[in-house]
Every structure is written in structure tokens, then in C-alpha cells.
């Protein structure tokens, strides 16, 4: 436990000083879990500007340590300016690009509103990555849980069309194919 404590004494300094630009939140989350051993008792160091951080950061660097980052700031505030800068990516905003893993988070947490407004960036973000699985699977359940609206109804049938264009090239998927037949029956007869 004091080879822990020592380390942590040593690090937190530095890493303090490296949390800050697009990728501080890198160091932040370091920072976070050298806070406690305890889960619950984890927690950033005050000293960070958490909002002025996310508004810089660069998640594309790596998106599954983005992940954390996002479970660990549990206060709404921090995921409203979360999924701000994602959607800034996804609008070109960025100078780096939104990938697979930050777009199906994305599209599975933020208002329904925002994700709507956004329908036609992510059908062509889905079009340059024609072999994604996880946003084509993500895209697919959230377009099934939209109202039952004209408008919607016939996203719904491009999207099915669409998607059985794609499972025609892709015929060892089982992911994308397993939301699509979901996704099929609870489309109208």
C-alpha cells in the first residue's frame, strides 16, 4: 500500500500539470482512478476544470478510455458538454473525426432530439464506414424506437431497404443482421 501511496504522491503533480489541451483528459482520468482504491470514493482533483477540458478534448485518441472518462463524470452537466463535443466531431466542428465506439455511444445516450437532427450526418458517416457493425446496429435501434410518424415511418423502410442492401455484401455479420430482423418486425405489414 505505500509503494501505491508513493507513486500516487509522485504522479498526481505531473499529471496535474498534463491535464489541460485536447488531450488532458487522458490525465484527468488517470487522476481519477489513482484517487482512491475504493470505487465509490474516487473522484477528480478540484483543480481541474472539467467543463474547459471537455470542451478541448480530443476523444478520438481513445475512445474506449473516453468511455470511462464519461461513466466516471457522473453529473449532468459534463454529459450534456460530452455529447456537445461529440456532436461537434460528428458536424466536422473538430479537427478529429468521431469513430465507431463514440458514435454508437453517442447515438444510444443523447437526447432523442439531437441524434434526430443528426439522421442524415450519420447515414453518411455510415456510408464512408461501410464495414462498421456498431453504429450500423446502434442507428438501426434507435430509428426502431422513433414514434410511429409518417416521417419516421418511411426513414424506417430506407433504413430496412438499406440494410438489406448491406447484409447482401456482408453476409457473415450476426450482429447488424440479429437488429435487423428486430428491427423488420416492427415494421408495419
Known sequence: ??????????????????????????????????????????????AIKMGTLIAQADFSIAPMRALKLFKALRENEYRVAIISRLTDSLDDKTAWRIDSTLLAWLISTAPRSSIVNRLSRIQWWLAVHVDDTAVRTQHLAFIQQLPKEKHFDKLREQAANDTEKWLAVHVDDTAVRTQHLAFIQQLPK
Open 1 to 46: 500500500m505505500s509503494c501505491r501511496v508513493d507513486l500516487v504522491r509522485q504522479m498526481s503533480p505531473l499529471l496535474l500539470q498534463r491535464s489541460n489541451g485536447s488531450d488532458g483528459w487522458l490525465a484527468a482520468l488517470h487522476l481519477f482512478f489513482l484517487s482512491a482504491t475504493i470505487k465509490a470514493e474516487r473522484s477528480f482533483p478540484s
